[in-house]
């Protein structure tokens, strides 16, 4: 196969109290929410995206912010989620901006993977809606009716989303495992992390699995879970995968530490 190319795009950048990031055994019963919390808490991280120039196509990984936000924030995502954390995107870092930038129209992707629907990781939809295939997993879509206050469903109304099945845990999108998309389940339980896989070495985007490289250097969970025992399991796996001689990097969406940079293998 010829040479695969991943740029990892910061989509603008969101605000929230650390305890969402990194879980903490704590009196206060949601500590995520940054309710009652001091502001010495607050972090501010990045909401990434990912673009892959395959050989078999184009495929971007998630989405970051709307310009909406740019507008009237509290409008936009509504009061629970602008009390629990602050967006902010940055004149040319929206998703249809920086593909612009890169030569690209939109409906050149040919393939746009969302890897969970928070509002963090599928608000700039719209911006890249007429992209050829659009596609999440069928748990998580199921989920956002189990668990409605995660979700902002709007940002994917009017929207041709797809979705697949995950079999033995995994979506093989070309059938040569150059691009498998991994149930990586806890944060939310259709989740997925995307492995990018060429000449023997592999890139692994683990979504929201991790916050952080220490997340799995220390075993440290997400703060907001709808399973912690997969949490835990799904972590474990990125660690492992890791440690692997022929991996490259193992990037999470959110990481401070991260850089947008392209890897080229």
């Known amino acids: 196969?010829?040479?695969?190319?991943?740029?990892?795009?910061?989509?603008?950048?969101?605000?929230?109290?650390?305890?969402?990031?990194?879980?903490?055994?704590?009196?206060?019963?949601?500590?995520?929410?940054?309710?009652?919390?001091?502001?010495?808490?607050?972090?501010?991280?990045?909401a990434s995206a990912y673009l892959i120039e395959h050989p078999k196509g184009l495929i971007l990984i998630d989405t970051g912010w709307h310009t909406d936000i740019r507008i009237d924030q509290k409008k936009y995502l509504g009061w629970l989620y602008s009390l629990?954390?602050?967006?902010y995107l940055p004149s040319g870092q929206a998703i249809h901006e920086q593909l612009h930038k890169l030569g690209y129209?939109?409906?050149?992707?040919d393939y746009l993977f969302i890897s969970h629907l928070h509002p963090d990781?599928?608000?700039?939809?719209?911006l890249v809606k007429d992209a050829k295939k659009v596609l999440t997993s069928s748990i998580e879509l199921r989920d956002t009716k189990k668990h409605p206050l995660l979700y902002l469903p709007f940002m994917w109304r009017d929207v041709?989303?797809?979705?697949f099945d995950f079999e033995n845990a995994e979506y093989d999108l070309f059938g040569d495992r150059s691009v498998v998309f991994v149930n990586t389940p806890g944060h939310t339980n259709g989740m997925a992390s995307t492995l990018v896989q060429n000449n023997g070495k592999f890139v692994l985007l683990c979504a929201d699995t991790g916050?952080?490289?220490?997340?799995?250097?220390?075993?440290?969970?997400?703060?907001?879970?709808?399973?912690?025992?997969?949490?835990?399991?799904?972590?474990?796996?990125?660690?492992?995968?890791?440690?692997?001689?022929?991996?490259?990097?193992?990037?999470?969406?959110?990481?401070?530490?991260?850089?947008?940079?392209?890897?080229?293998?």
């Open 121 to 126: 990781h599928v608000s700039g939809l719209k």
């Open 105 to 109: 129209r939109t409906s050149d992707i």
């Open 211 to 265: 916050y952080s490289k220490k997340s799995w250097e220390e075993m440290i969970l997400p703060g907001m879970l709808t399973n912690n025992k997969k949490a835990m399991e799904s972590l474990k796996w990125v660690k492992q995968m890791s440690e692997k001689p022929n991996c490259i990097e193992v990037i999470a969406n959110h990481d401070p530490n991260v850089e947008p940079h392209i890897i080229e293998f």
């Open 84 to 87: 629990s954390s602050k967006a």
């Open 1 to 46: 196969m010829g040479t695969i190319r991943i740029h990892v795009l910061h989509c603008g950048n969101l605000n929230f109290d650390e305890a969402a990031a990194f879980h903490e055994n704590t009196l206060h019963p949601m500590p995520y929410s940054g309710i009652l919390r001091s502001k010495r808490h607050q972090i501010n991280v990045p």
């Open 160 to 163: 041709n989303l797809e979705t």
